[in-house]
C-alpha cells in the first residue's frame, strides 16, 4: 500500500510545527509529500520548507481546499494500483501510530470502504473529543454524536461506518478521490459531507478508526475570521457553512426530498434568522439570510451539482444510499430540548444569583434554601396575602369592571382583532385609532391561556403586591438598610389604593403604578460605571418609558425632562444624546394610535381607561394627602403622614442633598399637578368638557415624597440613637410616627374595607341576552340603549349608545371618545322622541335591531317609541325595562367603512420597535465562538 | 459579599460626601412649591360636563281628531300658517260635522303645526256643546262620564297613525274600578274604535275614566249625554280630557253665575286626600260659603256639589290636595250643562278657533295671588289679519274678561293669546240654545321633547 500525504497549508505557521513534528514521529511515514500553500501571509511556506527541503506548491489565497488538494495531486507520480491519499492540514496533529493505525483498519475492511478517518480531538484540550465520523441534520446542523467538549474515555472507540470524516487526517484511495473529488462549490466548509454522501450513494463506505488519533485545531474559523476583514475567501464562515450545509442537503437528497428540503430549509431559515435577532445577534441574522440568498436564489447552482452527481453514477454505474448513515429526523427536536434545558439551568443559576445578590443567602444553596430563606420573599407573600383578603370580593366570579374600567372582552382575539383593524364596530362605527397598549394587552392575555380576564385581575387585584416587588426592588438600590426599603415600598405598593385608583378602576394609573418603580430602577442605572450597564440602562429606560406612555402619554413629557436634566441628575458621566433611545421610542411604540390623534390632540392628556367615567374634582387636601378625589380613596388624614416625613426627612443633613432630588421631583409634579388643572379640554366622543388625567402626577408626588422619607429613614436610627440629645430625636419620632402611622392606617383601612368603589364584578350585558347575543353575532344587529329623560326624579337629557356587542369592552371606549358624534343619528333620535316620521327604518339602517331603555324609564321616552310608527313591543330583563324591535330589516346602508391602508404597516413598525426594544435591553450574553 | 454590597449600596447617585449636606433652604423652597403647586391645584373649576338641557323644543306635526255624528254638528279648522288637511271637506274653514258616528282627522305639517286650529261644536234646541278637536295623547282622563241611561258616554278613539295603537280603558266609580271587560289592551286601528259605556261598563253612578295608550297615540274624545229630567230632553256635552294629576288645578271657565256647580274629584294618590275650593271671581278667589269638608278617598272619583258662588260671581274653581287629584266641574246653568277641566298656562302662545254662531267672551285666570299678569289678546279672521288687537292686565289671584263686538262679530275666526305665561284662559261661548266653554291652550305645535345626547 502505498500512502501519499497531501498537506495543504494557509496561515497556519501557529500550529505548522507541531503538526510537521507530528508528522516525523509517525510510526508509519507516507511515501510521498505533496505540499500546497495557499498565499499564507506567515512563515507557513518557510516552515514548510525548512521541514520538507523543498518549497511548496504556491496557490493564491482565495483557493478552495479542494482545488488546492487537486493542485497537490497533481505534483505525485501517476497512481498506482494500491495507493492511498492522506489528506493533512496545516492545523492537524497526527499521533505518531495515526497513520499506521489507518492503514492497519483499511488493510481489514472491506473493500467497499474507500476512505478511512481518524479520532479527532480538540487541538488545545486534547482529551476532549473533536470528531469521531460526522453527519448531518435535515436542518443541515454538522452532527458529530459528541456533547461540547466531550471528554475522551474511550467510549467512542468502536470502528464504524460513517456518513463522512473530516477532511483532516482522512486516508482515502486516490483511484476513488480522483473519481469523486471534492465539489469546487465548497471551498471551505462541508466538502467531508458532501464527499461521504456521494460515495455512499455510490455504494461505497466511509470508515472511522478509533484507534487513529490526531488534535485538530479547527483553524479555518480563526483564520476565516481574519480573512474575512480582508474581503477573501471565508469571510463570512457562518454564512458559508449554513450556505454549504443547504448546499449539500439539496445536491445529494432525492428529487422529493430535495424539493421538500428546500422549503424546509426556507421556512426554518428564515425563524432562525428571527431566533438570531432576538438573541440580539443581528450580524448571524443577516449571515443566516445571505445563505439562504445563495442557496436559494441561486437554483441553477444545485440543479447542476444534482446534474453532475446523477451522470457521475451513471457512469460508475453503482448506487446505494446515504440514509441509514443520515442524522434521524427527530435530531433537531433532540437539540431543541437540549437548548431548553440549558436555558432552564440558566434560569435557575441566574435566580439563585439574584437571589444571593439581593438577599446575602450564600450561593451554595439550593434556590429553594434561597428563596425559604429571603426576607423579601417573606414579606413579598405577606403583602399578597393582604391583597387577597383585601380584594376578597374581587377574585372570582363575573368580569371585573366599574368607574374608569370597562369589562375585559371574553376572549383574547377580540383585543387583537380591535389592535390589528383600522375599523371598529364602536358605537355607530369608528375609524378612531384603537389604544396602542393593546397590543401589550393582547400579548399578555395570550401568555395568560388566552384570557383577557386575567390581565386586568392580574393589574387589579394583585396591584399592591407587584408594586411592592417594583418598589422594593429599586428602594434596595438606593439604600443599605432592608427596613427603610420595605417601609417604602409598602407606602408606595398602597398608593395606588388609597388614592382610589383601584377602586375608580383607573386603568392607566394602575398599570403605572406597577411598571413605574421598573423605570426607575432602569433610569437609576444610566449613570452606571461599566458601559454596558449604562447602554442596556439607555434601553432598558426606553422600554419601560414606552410602555408607561402607552398607559399614561404624559409620561413622556416626564421622560423628555429626564433626558434634559440628566447631566444634572447624573453627571458627566450621562450625556443626553445618548439617551436619544428614551425619547424617541415611545412614539415609535405609540405610532399606530400616535397618528391617529394628530388631530385631537386633547387625546395625549388622557391615561388608558374611560376618560369620562369619573367626576375630576379633587380638593386641594385631597391632592396633597395623595388623593385622587371622587369614591374609592381612603380618608385624606391618613395620607398625610407621608408628607409631613418626607419635609421632617430634610432635618438629616447626612442625606439632605439625595432627599431634596426627591422633593425636585416632588414639586415638578406639583408644577405639572396645576398645569393640568388648569387645562380643560374636549373629546370629540364626549359631551363637555374634561380635565386631563392628573392621576399619574399625584402617584409620582407621592413616589417622590416615600423616596425622600426612605432616604433620610436609611440609617438614621444609629444616627439618631448615637449622639446626644436634641431637638432632632423628637422630631425623628414624630417623622416615624407619622410615616409609619400613614402606612398602618392605610392598610388597615385596605384590608379592613375591601375594595370599595366603583369597581366591581357583576355582568356587564345591560341588554337582555338575546338582544346581547344578536349584537354579538353581527354587526347589523345592534342594540340602541337609551336612557334619561323627564321621570318623577327630575328631567335629564336622553342619552343614547350603540351597541354592536352586549356591552363595550376594554379598549372600545378609547374609541368611542376619539369618535365625533353623527349629528344625523342624533337628530334621528330626537324625532323618534318628538314620535315624527320615518325614524324606524332609519335606524335600521345603521343596523339598529333593538331599542332598550333599562328602567327606570321616562314615561316619555317609553311613550315616543311606543307612539312611533316601525317599533315593536319586545321582551325586556325586567318589568321596569322596555324594548322595541325595529320592524325594518336592519342594515348597514348608512354606514361607511373607512379603513387606512397604512395600518399594517404602523402596526409592523410597532411590533418591531417593541421587539427591538426587548432585545436590547435583555441582559448582555458573550458573544458565540464564532462571533469572536 | 454582604460587606462588598455594603459598600456598593448607594447606587444611581452621584456626589461626593462634602455636598450631601445640601442646603435646608434650598429642601423647603422645594417643600414650598410642590405644597402651594398641589394645594392650588386641588382649587381648579370642575369643568362643564353638560351643557345640554334636559329638553329642546320641537316643531312637530299634528293631527287633531274631531268626532261626527252629532246634531248640528260643525267643526272650524284652519291655520295661521302653512295649509291643514282636513278627513272632510271644508267650505270656508268649517266643516259638517253630522251624520254618521265616528271621526275624521285634521292634520297639519311642521309648518302649520303651531298655529293648527280646530274646533268642534254641535247644538239643539236646549243645548249648545263646543271643544277642542282632541290632541293625540298617552294618557287622558275623563271626569264625570256615565254608564247609564240617564247620564250617557260615548268615547270615541282616534288612531291617526299608520300602524296599530294598543290602549287600556280603565274606568272608575264612587267605589274605586268599575269592572269593563274587553278594554285592556284595545286595538284601535286606522278607523275610529267608539265605546259606549252604558255597554262596555254599565253603571248608574258617576264615572270617572282614563285612557292610556299602551303603544302609539290615540285621539280620545268623550261625548256625554245626560238627562236633567225623566220627561226632559236629554242635553249633550263634551268632556274635556286631561292629562296629568295634580296637586293644585285652577278649574276655569265657569258662567258667573251658575245655578248648579258639582265638583267632580278622582284621586290618584294612594291615600285619602281632603279637598280645598276656592272660587276665583273678578275681586280674587274666595271660599265658598256654607261648604263642609270634602274628601276624596284614593282611587275614587268623588262628587260634591258646591254653594253658588256669591259676590260678583265666579269664573273659575281652585282647588288644593295633598294627594294628585284629577277635578273637573260639572256646571248648569239655564238648562244646559257645561262640563270644565283644569286649566294649563298659556305658556309663549295659545290659540283657539271660535265656532260660528255664538256669542265669546275670553275670560284671564290669573292662579298667581302675588303678581298680576297680562297678556296679549288677538283677535284674528280665517287668514290670520288681526281684526283686534288688546292687552289684558289680570290682577292677583283675579279674574278678568275681553268681550267686543269684533269678537262676537262673525269674522273672527281664531283667539290667540301671546305671553300668556302662567295665565290661564278660556272662551264662554254662549248661543241661543245654550253654553259651552272652550279652553284656551297654548300651542303644541311647538313641543318641549326630551334633549338627545350620545352617551360618554
Not at chain 1, 321621570?791 to 337629557?797: D, F, I, L, Y
Request: proline share 7%; with cysteine; hydrophobic share 45%.
Amino acid at each position: 500500500m502505498k500512502i501519499s500525504a497531501l498537506l495543504v497549508c494557509h496561515d497556519g505557521a501557529k500550529w505548522l510545527p507541531a503538526a510537521i513534528d507530528a508528522l516525523e514521529a509517525s510510526t508509519r511515514l507516507p511515501d510521498s509529500i505533496a505540499v500546497v500553500d495557499n498565499g499564507s501571509t506567515d512563515r507557513s511556506a518557510e516552515l514548510v520548507n525548512e521541514a520538507f527541503g523543498t518549497d511548496p506548491v504556491r496557490l493564491p489565497r482565495t483557493t478552495g481546499y479542494g482545488a488546492a488538494v487537486e493542485a497537490a495531486l497533481a505534483t505525485l507520480p501517476p497512481a498506482e494500483p494500491d495507493e492511498w491519499l492522506w489528506l493533512l492540514h496545516d492545523d492537524c496533529r497526527p499521533e505518531p501510530d495515526c497513520l499506521e493505525a489507518l492503514i492497519r483498519s483499511a488493510e481489514r475492511s472491506a473493500p467497499d470502504v474507500v476512505a478511512l478517518g481518524p479520532k479527532l480531538r480538540v487541538w488545545s484540550s486534547p482529551p476532549r473529543l473533536a470528531e469521531v465520523g460526522v453527519t448531518i441534520s435535515g436542518s443541515g446542523r454538522r452532527e458529530t454524536g459528541l456533547e461540547p467538549l466531550e471528554f475522551d474515555h474511550g467510549q467512542h472507540d468502536e470502528p464504524r461506518r460513517v456518513l463522512a470524516v473530516n477532511t483532516a487526517g482522512m486516508l482515502i484511495r486516490r483511484e476513488t478521490f480522483e473519481s469523486f473529488g471534492l465539489d469546487p462549490e465548497l471551498p471551505l466548509f462541508g466538502n467531508d459531507i458532501d464527499l461521504g454522501w456521494r460515495l455512499a450513494s455510490a455504494g461505497l463506505s466511509v470508515q472511522v478508526v478509533p484507534a487513529a488519533v490526531m488534535a485538530h485545531a479547527e483553524g479555518a474559523q480563526e483564520r476565516g475570521q481574519h480573512a474575512g476583514r480582508r474581503g477573501e475567501l471565508a469571510g463570512k464562515q457562518f454564512r458559508d457553512q449554513r450556505s454549504a450545509a443547504m448546499y449539500t442537503l439539496l445536491a445529494n437528497s432525492s428529487p422529493a426530498m430535495a424539493v421538500m428540503r428546500w422549503f424546509r430549509l426556507l421556512g426554518t431559515g428564515v425563524l432562525r434568522a428571527l431566533g438570531q435577532l432576538l438573541v440580539r445577534r443581528p450580524g448571524r441574522a443577516a449571515e443566516e439570510l445571505a445563505a439562504i440568498g445563495r442557496v436559494h436564489l441561486r437554483p441553477r447552482r444545485i440543479l447542476s451539482a444534482r446534474r453532475r452527481r446523477r451522470d457521475h453514477l451513471r457512469r460508475l454505474d453503482t448506487s446505494g444510499s446515504a440514509r441509514p448513515l443520515l442524522a434521524p429526523w427527530w435530531m433537531p427536536l433532540r437539540h431543541a430540548s437540549d437548548f431548553a434545558a440549558d436555558l432552564g439551568r440558566a434560569g435557575q443559576e441566574a435566580v439563585r444569583e439574584a437571589v444571593h445578590v439581593r438577599t446575602g443567602v450564600g450561593p451554595e444553596s439550593t434556590v429553594r434554601g434561597q428563596v425559604l430563606r429571603s426576607p423579601t420573599v417573606w414579606v413579598m407573600v405577606g403583602v399578597l396575602l393582604l391583597s387577597v383578603l383585601a380584594g376578597r370580593e374581587l377574585l372570582a366570579g363575573a368580569p371585573l369592571h366599574g368607574g374608569a374600567l370597562l369589562p375585559a372582552p371574553d376572549g383574547v382575539g377580540e383585543w387583537w382583532s380591535t389592535w390589528a383593524h383600522s375599523w371598529h364596530w364602536v358605537g355607530l362605527g369608528s375609524s378612531a385609532p384603537a389604544p396602542a397598549y393593546l397590543l401589550v394587552f393582547s400579548v399578555l392575555g395570550t401568555l395568560l391561556f388566552g384570557q383577557p380576564e386575567l390581565v386586568v385581575w392580574l393589574l387589579f387585584v394583585l396591584t399592591a403586591p407587584l408594586a411592592f416587588w417594583g418598589a422594593s426592588r429599586v428602594l434596595r438600590r438606593l439604600v443599605r438598610g432592608r427596613l427603610a426599603a420595605y417601609w417604602g415600598a409598602a407606602a408606595y405598593a398602597l398608593v395606588p389604593i388609597v388614592t382610589g385608583s383601584v377602586a375608580q378602576g383607573r386603568l392607566g394609573t394602575v398599570a403605572a403604578a406597577v411598571l413605574f418603580p421598573w423605570t426607575a430602577g432602569a433610569a437609576l442605572r444610566l449613570a452606571a460605571r461599566n458601559p454596558d450597564h449604562r447602554a442596556r440602562a439607555v434601553w432598558r429606560t426606553a422600554l419601560g418609558v414606552s410602555l408607561l406612555v402607552l398607559m399614561v402619554p404624559l409620561v413622556w413629557v416626564v421622560a423628555l425632562v429626564l433626558v434634559l436634566a440628566s447631566g444634572w441628575w447624573f453627571g458627566p458621566r450621562v450625556s443626553p444624546a445618548r439617551l436619544w433611545p428614551i425619547v424617541v421610542a415611545p412614539p415609535v411604540v405609540a405610532m399606530p394610535w400616535l397618528l391617529g390623534v394628530l388631530d385631537t390632540p386633547a387625546a395625549l392628556l388622557f391615561e388608558a381607561g374611560s376618560a369620562a367615567a369619573l367626576p375630576v374634582d379633587p380638593g386641594s387636601l385631597d391632592l396633597l394627602a395623595g388623593r385622587l378625589g371622587g369614591p374609592g380613596a381612603a380618608p385624606a388624614w391618613f395620607g398625610l403622614g407621608i408628607a409631613v416625613a418626607a419635609v421632617i426627612a430634610l432635618a438629616r443633613a447626612s442625606s439632605r442633598s439625595r432627599v431634596i432630588r426627591a422633593w425636585v421631583v416632588a414639586a415638578a409634579s406639583g408644577l405639572v399637578l396645576l398645569g393640568l388643572s388648569r387645562i380643560q379640554v374636549t373629546l370629540p366622543g364626549v359631551v363637555g368638557e374634561l380635565r386631563p388625567s392628573y392621576s399619574f402626577f399625584v402617584l409620582l408626588l407621592q413616589a417622590a415624597l416615600v423616596v425622600a422619607v426612605v432616604m433620610a429613614a436609611d440609617g438614621a436610627l444609629s444616627e439618631v440613637t448615637g449622639g446626644s440629645f436634641t431637638w432632632r430625636q423628637p422630631l425623628a419620632g414624630l417623622g416615624v410616627i407619622a410615616a409609619v402611622g400613614a402606612v398602618v392606617l392605610g392598610a388597615a383601612w385596605w384590608v379592613s374595607g375591601g375594595t370599595p368603589g366603583p369597581l366591581h364584578r357583576s355582568e356587564p350585558a345591560v341588554t337582555p341576552v338575546y338582544m346581547a347575543d344578536l349584537a354579538n353575532s353581527r354587526p347589523d344587529g345592534a342594540t340602541l340603549l337609551v336612557r334619561g329623560g323627564p321621570t318623577e326624579e327630575g328631567a335629564a337629557p336622553v342619552s343614547f349608545e350603540v351597541l354592536r356587542a352586549d356591552s363595550q369592552r376594554l379598549g372600545d371606549a378609547a374609541i368611542a371618545e376619539l369618535t365625533p358624534p353623527d349629528e344625523t343619528f342624533t337628530a334621528m333620535v330626537q324625532r323618534v322622541l318628538a314620535s315624527d316620521g320615518d325614524a324606524a327604518e332609519q335606524l335600521a339602517s345603521y343596523g339598529i335591531a333593538y331599542v332598550y331603555a333599562p328602567a327606570p324609564v321616562s314615561d316619555e321616552v317609553a311613550g315616543a317609541f311606543d307612539a312611533t310608527d316601525g317599533f315593536s313591543q319586545a321582551s325586556a330583563s325586567d318589568g321596569q325595562s322596555r324594548a322595541w324591535r325595529v320592524d325594518n330589516t336592519p342594515d348597514l346602508a348608512a354606514i361607511t367603512v373607512d379603513s387606512s391602508p397604512l395600518r399594517p404597516l404602523l402596526l409592523v413598525l410597532q411590533v418591531l420597535a417593541l421587539l427591538a426594544l426587548l432585545v436590547l435591553a435583555a441582559p448582555s450574553r458573550p458573544a458565540p465562538r464564532g462571533d469572536r | 459579599m454582604r460587606g462588598q454590597r455594603r459598600q456598593a449600596a448607594p447606587r444611581g447617585t452621584s456626589g461626593s460626601q462634602s455636598s450631601a449636606r445640601g442646603p435646608l433652604a434650598t429642601g423647603l423652597a422645594l417643600v414650598l412649591v410642590a405644597g402651594a403647586t398641589t394645594w392650588l391645584a386641588g382649587t381648579a373649576a370642575e369643568p362643564e360636563r353638560s351643557a345640554v338641557e334636559a329638553t329642546s323644543p320641537q316643531r312637530v306635526a299634528r293631527s287633531l281628531s274631531c268626532v261626527t255624528g252629532l246634531s248640528g254638528g260643525r267643526a272650524v279648522v284652519g291655520s295661521l300658517h302653512g295649509a291643514v288637511r282636513s278627513g272632510r271637506p271644508a267650505q270656508g274653514g268649517v266643516v259638517r260635522t253630522d251624520g254618521d258616528e265616528g271621526a275624521f282627522a285634521v292634520q297639519a305639517g311642521k309648518r302649520a303645526s303651531a298655529s293648527v286650529y280646530a274646533t268642534q261644536s254641535a247644538q239643539r234646541s236646549n243645548w249648545y256643546a263646543a271643544q277642542a278637536c282632541a290632541d293625540p295623547s298617552r294618557v287622558q282622563w275623563f271626569l264625570g262620564a256615565g254608564g247609564g241611561r240617564a247620564h250617557q258616554s260615548t268615547l270615541t278613539l282616534a288612531n291617526t297613525r299608520s300602524g296599530d295603537a294598543i290602549v287600556d280603558v280603565e274606568v272608575f266609580g264612587p267605589k274605586g274600578v268599575v269592572e269593563a271587560p274587553g278594554l285592556d289592551d284595545l286595538t284601535v286601528r286606522a278607523s275610529p274604535t267608539i265605546l259606549d259605556l252604558s255597554e262596555v261598563a254599565p253603571s248608574a253612578d258617576e264615572l270617572s275614566v282614563r285612557v292610556t295608550a299602551q303603544r302609539g297615540l290615540v285621539s280620545a274624545t268623550m261625548v256625554d249625554r245626560f238627562s236633567p229630567g225623566a220627561l226632559a230632553d236629554p242635553l249633550t256635552e263634551f268632556i274635556p280630557g286631561q292629562a296629568e294629576p295634580a296637586t293644585t288645578q285652577l278649574i276655569g271657565g265657569m258662567p258667573a253665575q251658575p245655578d248648579q256647580v258639582a265638583l267632580l274629584v278622582h284621586n290618584t294618590g294612594d291615600a285619602a286626600t281632603v279637598v280645598g275650593v276656592e272660587y276665583a271671581g273678578v275681586d280674587g278667589h274666595f271660599t265658598p260659603k256654607g261648604l263642609g269638608d270634602i274628601t276624596a278617598p284614593p282611587g275614587q272619583l268623588t262628587v260634591a256639589f258646591l254653594p253658588k258662588p256669591t259676590n260678583d260671581g265666579a269664573h273659575g274653581v281652585r282647588i288644593t290636595t295633598d294627594q294628585p287629584v284629577v277635578a273637573g266641574l260639572r256646571v248648569r246653568e239655564r238648562g244646559d250643562v257645561v262640563q270644565l277641566g283644569a286649566l294649563a298656562p298659556l305658556g309663549a302662545t295659545a290659540l283657539v278657533g271660535l265656532p260660528v254662531g255664538a256669542d265669546r267672551t275670553v275670560r284671564l285666570l290669573n292662579p298667581d295671588d302675588r303678581r298680576a299678569g297680562r297678556a296679549r289678546v288677538d283677535v284674528l279672521d280665517a287668514t290670520g289679519k288681526v281684526l283686534e288687537r288688546k292687552m289684558v292686565v289680570v290682577p292677583a289671584g283675579s279674574v278678568r274678561e275681553m268681550s267686543s263686538p269684533v269678537l262676537r262679530g262673525k269674522d273672527a275666526r281664531v283667539v290667540r293669546i301671546v305671553r300668556g305665561r302662567d295665565l290661564r284662559g278660556a272662551i264662554e261661548l254662549r248661543s241661543e240654545s245654550g253654553l259651552a266653554t272652550i279652553p284656551v291652550v297654548s300651542v303644541a305645535g311647538e313641543t318641549r321633547v326630551p334633549a338627545v345626547q350620545p352617551a360618554d
